[in-house]
């Protein structure tokens, strides 16, 4: 919906898809994943109010002046005495 209906996305088939609502599932995941899109680092402490954030998680980040919402892929931890330093890898779809 929402679309011209010009371009078709690629067929998609996995053999444990075997009913209807998994393979609805999928084509929202496939058809879903479009537009412009980017793989940012984040750096930044892990405090007591944020914890480690675990991949999966959804962020808010400010990145000159705008705000974004993004997905983190992986996570990876630095410690540098005294602080425990955490660098997020985030997908997110760039305005």
């Given at each position: 919906g929402g679309t011209a209906g010009g371009a078709v996305a690629?067929?998609?088939?996995?053999?444990?898809?075997?009913?209807?609502?998994?393979?609805?599932?999928?084509?929202?995941?496939?058809?879903?994943?479009?537009?412009?899109?980017?793989?940012?680092n984040l750096t930044l402490p892990v405090l007591s109010e944020t914890g480690l954030i675990k991949p999966g998680a959804l962020v808010r980040y400010v990145d000159g002046g705008d705000t974004h919402l993004g997905l983190v892929r992986s996570t990876s931890l630095n410690w540098s005495r005294p602080t425990l330093r955490q660098t997020l890898s985030v997908e997110t779809h760039p305005a």
């Open positions: 690629p067929m998609v088939t996995h053999p444990l898809i075997t009913h209807a609502t998994a393979a609805r599932q999928r084509g929202i995941a496939e058809l879903g994943d479009t537009g412009q899109q980017a793989q940012i």
